[in-house]
């Protein structure tokens, strides 16, 4: 057996471009997706009935789906669908997106649960409207609470963003795979995209473990 | 937009053994990660000291590395460093296996950690030896605690076999991508394989939870 590790170097331009949109699609999917979070989780717990039953219905659904399939089916039904010819990485966006979307409602309607109806209570008590008490009152504490739940769905969308990687956009794991079949250089090219992700990834994990301990809940 | 469903029923036993693989990669990556995690979280919490900080950094790596670059470095990589030649199914276990039990050793290290000290300090005042506290006043609380956790990583394993399919594990999300091939009508498939996945899934999340509930008070202290 013999290793070449000179193979890594020589492609350094392709990884780091595709690192860059690893991350691009990481920051894109987080943007699009903790607002529409937010929009799903209100309409479950304050939407008209049929709303209610639209939100949970999305957000069993793909909560309970890999996403690897939701990947594959956007790249397939999306374009019928919609009509358009999205690029490989706009698809693989809009499936991240509708993937993390679901566990962010998910999220943020434990949140807003976790405040004790007492608080609310008090605060229609005082004089203050529903919509006052829940911006005031209710989301200030909700949204210091999911932080934590936040900042790990955050690696793990981090993650995740490898598996576009099969409808060929070209972000870290499909470039690595790309200069693997044209170099033969399997364990070097497999072994550095595993130590790029390492070393993207580990610091995120304890920045993750550091949030934890610092906004844990205790009543 | 014409939908036509009979590649399911053409494809019907193809498709069905595919769950079948997928539903057994689930269950013995799920069995083998549940007992490495008890192995690791007791080594963590009570083995020798200077092991302690490897399985801190082999779990911490875990959590940092997407489980697709953990399968295809098994499949491809690993047979060059060991120089054993392996199924795609077993490197799928293998691989799926070393990811999740670092999850399973969290969950099992957060449930005994759940147990106050107190209970452990009364217990040796009471004359019992470590492993015993361990196994009658630790684990029977922290196991009941540990069942939600232990549910949501099953349902993890369900969906993380389907990212097997890239190192070609004959699986659902294999046959699947097969089918959608040959046929050309990937809409019908995908669409059949998400209905399938979510049929897997649905009781496996709600089912925990609902037994959790009806057990739950056995967990208080």
Not at chain 2, 10 to 27: Q, S
Request: proline share 4%; charged share 15%; glycine share 6%.
């Amino acid at each position: 057996m013999t290793l070449d590790w000179s193979v890594v170097w020589q492609y350094r331009a392709a990884l780091a471009e595709g690192t860059a949109t690893t991350f691009l699609l990481t920051i894109a999917t987080m943007a699009i997706a903790l607002p529409c979070g937010i929009v799903v989780a209100g309409l479950r717990l304050y939407g008209a009935a049929p709303l209610r039953a639209l939100a949970t219905g999305y957000v069993e659904l793909f909560r309970n789906l890999p996403l690897i399939l939701v990947v594959y089916w956007a790249f397939y039904v999306l374009p019928i669908l919609t009509g358009l010819g999205l690029s490989a990485l706009a698809t693989g966006l809009a499936a991240l997106s509708l993937n993390v979307t679901a566990y962010n409602a998910e999220t943020f309607r434990a949140g807003i649960n976790s405040i004790r109806r007492g608080q609310v209570e008090a605060a229609l008590a005082l004089g203050m409207t529903r919509t006052q008490a829940l911006r005031r009152i209710v989301l200030p504490q909700a949204l210091r609470r999911v932080l934590p739940v936040l900042a790990s769905t955050w690696v793990s969308l981090f993650k995740d963003t490898s598996l576009v990687s099969v409808i060929a956009v070209t972000e870290l794991a499909y470039v690595s795979m790309q200069v693997r079949a044209q170099t033969f250089r399997v364990l070097e090219m497999l072994t550095a995209m595993a130590v790029i992700y390492w070393l993207l990834g580990y610091p995120q994990a304890k920045l993750v473990d550091w949030i934890q301990r610092r906004y844990a809940v205790s009543e | 937009m014409h939908l036509d469903y009979s590649v399911i029923t053409a494809n019907w036993r193809f498709l069905a053994d595919g769950v079948g693989i997928t539903v057994l990669l689930a269950l013995a990556s799920g069995a083998a990660s549940l007992i490495a995690g008890f192995v690791l979280a007791l080594l963590r919490l009570r083995g020798p000291r200077w092991l302690r900080p490897a399985i801190v950094f082999y779990i911490d790596s875990m959590r940092s590395i997407p489980v697709l670059v953990v399968l295809v470095w098994t499949f491809f990589a690993l047979p060059i460093v060991a120089g054993v030649t392996m199924s795609p199914f077993t490197a799928g276990l293998i691989g799926l296996t070393v990811h999740l039990a670092a999850y399973a050793a969290e969950i099992v290290r957060a449930g005994i950690e759940s147990v106050r000290p107190g209970q452990t300090r009364a217990a040796l005042a009471l004359g019992m030896s470590h492993p015993q506290i361990l196994r009658r006043v630790v684990l029977p609380q922290a196991l009941v605690r540990m069942l939600p956790a232990f549910g949501s990583l099953l349902s993890v394993t369900i969906k993380d076999t389907a990212i097997a399919s890239v190192i070609a594990v004959p699986e659902l999300m294999r046959r699947a991508e097969t089918v959608a091939g040959q046929s050309f009508q990937p809409i019908e498939v995908y669409t059949f394989a998400m209905l399938v996945y979510f049929v897997l899934l649905y009781p496996v999340t709600r089912g925990v939870d609902r037994f959790y509930r009806r057990v739950a008070h056995l967990g208080r202290s």
